[in-house]
């Protein structure tokens, strides 16, 4: 949503300012110069990208518009699931959460945080996990090295579509000046219709460079940080996932097992200790 806010506000200072200075809006609707641009872009990106890593990015721009932060509140519910889930495991046997990890949707422990339900990768992630710990026989640095395996497989695989975004990016004020270039030919071709007709060749022109550069450092490069803090924040929420996973099946008590999950939130979303006990105690 802020996305949102920030392209409304980048778009309504430009204009707003051009305005001011005694500029005309009109003149900035060059459609030659847009679908050159556009085109350009599109075209590197296709070169540049296999379709699979362009589906990608296609889909992490909407994501990003509608993304919100994981919040206090959301790690509190995730810890709380863990927590419940730890002590059936704690007091019926591990093979009792066999019945809430093939249907976490249906798990009365689970069911209620929708958030992680409805993060399909962290949750796989989960319940994956926990299954090979059902399959007996697996040492707990063998169930850490499993899950440090598939969050770099997920940094890996994710990484790619911030910096494709950044390299358009980068791209975009050159691709301005390749449109400005083909503006100014086409100005010498009308060099003797006058000074006036000259003279809104060149802005029309011109508007290829200012176009490049704005959607570089006004909205491309911004998303490119975007998705960026996306990454970031899906791998410190697997983290978060695997440091519970890792603590209980190395034997602590689920309480000790979620107090070190909570180590590894990020210090904006992270609860305090007493803050945890309470939840956990359902005086929220």
Do not use: C, W
Request: hydrophobic share 50%; net charge negative; aromatic share 8%.
């Amino acid at each position: 949503m802020l996305i949102i806010v920030g392209v409304v506000v980048v778009t309504v200072g430009v204009i707003v300012g051009f305005l001011i200075a005694g500029g005309q809006l009109a003149v900035l609707i060059q459609i030659s110069e847009f679908v050159t641009i556009g085109a350009v872009a599109i075209g590197s990106l296709i070169i540049m990208s296999p379709i699979s890593l362009i589906k990608k990015i296609i889909a992490a721009i909407p994501r990003a518009m509608t993304h919100k932060t994981d919040t206090k509140e959301d790690y509190l519910n995730l810890l709380k699931s863990f927590y419940d889930l730890f002590l059936v495991s704690q007091r019926d046997g591990l093979l009792a959460i066999e019945k809430h990890i093939e249907s976490p949707e249906e798990s009365e422990v689970l069911k209620n945080n929708t958030k992680f339900l409805h993060n399909k990768y962290a949750l796989t992630f989960f319940t994956d996990t926990l299954k090979v710990m059902l399959s007996g026989g697996v040492p707990p640095h063998e169930i850490e090295s499993l899950m440090d395996t598939e969050i770099e497989t997920f940094e890996a695989e994710s990484k790619p579509v911030p910096h494709i975004i950044t390299k358009i990016a980068d791209a975009l004020p050159g691709i301005g000046i390749v449109a400005a270039v083909l503006g100014i030919i086409v100005t010498m071709g009308s060099i003797n219709a006058g000074a006036e007709t000259v003279g809104k060749k060149t802005a029309a022109a011109l508007v290829g460079t200012f176009l490049g550069v704005l959607l570089s450092y006004g909205y491309f490069n911004p998303l490119a940080t975007n998705t960026g803090h996306m990454l970031e924040a899906g791998v410190r929420y697997l983290e978060t996932i695997k440091a519970a996973v890792v603590a209980y099946a190395k034997g602590n008590p689920p309480v000790v097992a979620v107090e070190i999950a909570r180590r590894t939130i990020f210090s904006d979303e992270r609860p305090d200790f007493a803050e945890l006990e309470a939840y956990l105690r359902g005086k929220n």
